[in-house]
């Protein structure tokens, strides 16, 4: 007899009763649902601030029973910012692996009138499609209420288990981090509220290489304040793109040689222009719609490496082997560009 296995994925930041209806009716559908939690290496944010464990533990305590039949499965599902080919790619993995090659009817999983996954991705699975019994409820919503009312609790969206898990979040260092970051991204958006239409703004960043170390610094203000991030920042009026990158890294890192601070020109040689890129991902970042534009640049091997000292925004700079990078450490969407520049 022929499988039937359902897939729903999603980041679930956090589960609420709107992602419980839609596995209850998939778990009516199918033979088994597989879950597929989104960001599990995402550093913390208002965007992100679940890790994957707490994640799953409020899928698991909602579903146990079926989780406990075999019928329910849950697996992490990396993020891939800038390549959806991989992507895919790792979702046909865990698939194989978990049919172990049996044939089966795949199905993707999406609730009624939303397109969260793109169908083009998987043009041979079966739509299921469910009516969700809260189409207006939010997960930035959601968020937003959260972490701006810490008196209140989602208790009219959210199963009785999550909420739990909510209510001791609040007592946690991370969930008064995030409160700050909500407040500040208040006020920035505020800023720029009454303009005749919504901003985009332009950004640099810097990647600089030396001897299989990558430069990066620690943010050392609201928002990703003590996450790892390339040196950069916003474009200065009348500037050009690679000078605002050349001015950021030197205001950031002071980075020098044997013979003191590198000047903006020595810094120009060094410059791989051909290999710059513009990231454009639409949210990218929680202040606004960011786009950045990356130069690589790729300084003479040395030991040992150049001196790096952590200034203006930043509050240190530091050299780290390519090898030992982590995705959770980094701001934003910095990790999956570091990926597509450097191809590791």
Not at 319 to 327: D, V
Request: proline share 7%; hydrophobic share 40%; with cysteine.
């Amino acid at each position: 007899m022929v499988q039937r296995l359902a897939v729903f994925i999603g980041r679930f930041q956090p589960f609420h009763n709107g992602h419980g209806a839609i596995v209850h009716q998939a778990l009516a559908e199918a033979d088994r649902v597989l879950v597929l939690i989104g960001s599990p290496d995402a550093s913390l944010s208002l965007k992100n601030p679940f890790s994957l464990e707490i994640r799953r533990k409020m899928i698991e305590a909602v579903f146990s029973a079926d989780l406990e039949a075999g019928r329910l499965l849950i697996e992490p599902i990396p993020d891939t910012t800038y390549n959806e080919d991989a992507w895919v790619a790792d979702i046909q993995r865990i698939i194989g692996r978990i049919s172990a090659g049996e044939p089966g009817e795949l199905c993707i999983v999406q609730a009624a009138g939303r397109a969260d996954v793109p169908g083009g991705l998987f043009p041979s699975w079966t739509p299921l499609t469910v009516e969700s019994p809260l189409p207006e409820l939010d997960d930035a919503r959601l968020r937003d209420a959260y972490f701006s009312d810490p008196s209140r609790l989602p208790t009219d969206t959210c199963p009785e288990p999550v909420v739990g898990m909510l209510a001791d979040y609040r007592e946690t260092d991370a969930f008064g981090a995030l409160v700050e970051e909500a407040d500040f991204l208040r006020r920035f958006r505020a800023s720029w509220a009454s303009a005749p239409y919504e901003p985009i703004f332009t950004t640099v960043d810097a990647l600089v290489v030396q001897s299989g170390h990558l430069l990066v610094i620690r943010r050392g203000r609201t928002p990703g304040k003590g996450l790892l991030a390339l040196p950069g920042g916003f474009l200065d009026p009348n500037e050009p793109l690679r000078d605002a990158a050349i001015r950021e890294l030197r205001e950031e890192t002071r980075i020098s040689d044997r013979h003191g601070e590198l000047s903006a020109e020595s810094l120009q040689t060094h410059v791989r222009e051909a290999e710059t890129r513009v990231f454009d991902a639409p949210y990218r970042s929680a202040r606004g719609r960011t786009v950045t534009h990356c130069f690589v640049i790729r300084l003479p091997e040395a030991d040992p490496l150049y001196t790096v000292t952590g200034s203006d925004d930043a509050e240190a700079a530091h050299w780290i082997p390519l090898g030992a990078l982590n995705a959770n450490d980094f701001f934003e969407d910095h990790y999956a560009i570091v990926q597509v520049m450097l191809g590791i």
